[in-house]
Nanobody
Framework: QVQLVESGGGLVQAGGSLRLSCAAS????????MGWFRRAPGREREFVAG????????SYADFGKGRFTISRDNAKNTAYLQMNSLKPEDTATYYC??????????????????WGQGTQVTVSS
């Protein structure tokens, strides 16, 4: 079993950047596909980005393409989400998640077995 803890959220102006971290413990993230999701007020949790354990292939939601970059450092047992050119509509709680069964990046919540508690990102206009 793996435990996930997100950090790096905060308040930023539109156009700014944040880097979220997802620190894992219990098991190495090298065994997992890693994903980032977000939940905005009044909305359902949605896929943001994911990276596979097998070859580091990545996948992004359309709203994140060109602005967000997911990465992983297996030696540090940490996954990251670099977010640039932030917009007010990116305001949400961001969650990292881990999946050990799929061979491609899962984009659905149900595929992920482990979740962090979330970190709040607020983008002011």
């Amino acid at each position: 079993q793996v435990q996930l803890v997100e950090s790096g959220g905060g308040l930023v102006q539109a156009g700014g950047s944040l880097r979220l971290s997802c620190a894992a413990s219990g098991r190495t993230i090298a065994h997992y596909n890693m994903g980032w999701f977000r939940r905005a007020p009044g909305r359902e949790r949605e896929f943001v980005a994911g990276i596979t354990l097998r070859d580091g292939s990545t996948s992004y939601a359309d709203f994140g393409k060109g602005r967000f970059t997911i990465s992983r450092d297996n030696a540090k047992n940490t996954a990251y989400l670099q977010m640039n050119s932030l917009k007010p509509e990116d305001t949400a709680t961001y969650y990292c998640a881990a999946d050990w069964r799929k061979t491609v990046v899962p984009v659905d919540l149900e595929s992920y077995d482990y979740w962090g508690q979330g970190t709040q990102v607020t983008v002011s206009s």
